[in-house]
């Protein structure tokens, strides 16, 4: 069993950064696959970006390529979203995803984080 626990969320203007974390519970953080997606209201979840167990890749949504970016401490058990040059549409409810063995882009997570929200004001 992982358990997850997002934070760092919070209201930011529009041009402004956030970095999100990631904790993970057990001993074997370093065989997951992270990722993280995020829900706007009146929208499905969406994959946002993703970092392989290995850590050797990482994948990027069109949306956020060049903004984005996603890192991991296995030391920590924890992954990072860092959130740069943030805009209105950004603005959601980012989930932490965790995937045995996982790549860089994954669909069915095997665990999810609580989530955390990010507003993003113009």
């Known amino acids: 069993q992982v358990q997850l626990v997002e934070s760092g969320g919070g209201l930011v203007q529009a041009g402004g950064s956030l970095r999100l974390s990631c904790a993970a519970s057990g001993r074997t953080f370093s065989s997951y696959g992270m990722g993280w997606f995020r829900q706007a209201p009146g929208k499905e979840r969406e994959f946002v970006i993703g970092?392989?167990?290995?850590?050797?890749?990482?994948s990027y949504a069109d949306s956020v390529k060049g903004r984005f970016t996603c890192s991991r401490d296995n030391a920590k058990n924890t992954v990072y979203l860092q959130m740069n040059s943030l805009k209105p549409e950004d603005t959601a409810v980012y989930f932490c995803a965790a995937k045995f063995r996982g790549g860089s882009v994954f669909v069915t997570p095997d665990y999810w984080g609580q989530g955390t929200q990010v507003t993003v004001s113009s």
């Open positions: 970092i392989s167990w290995t850590g050797g890749s990482t």
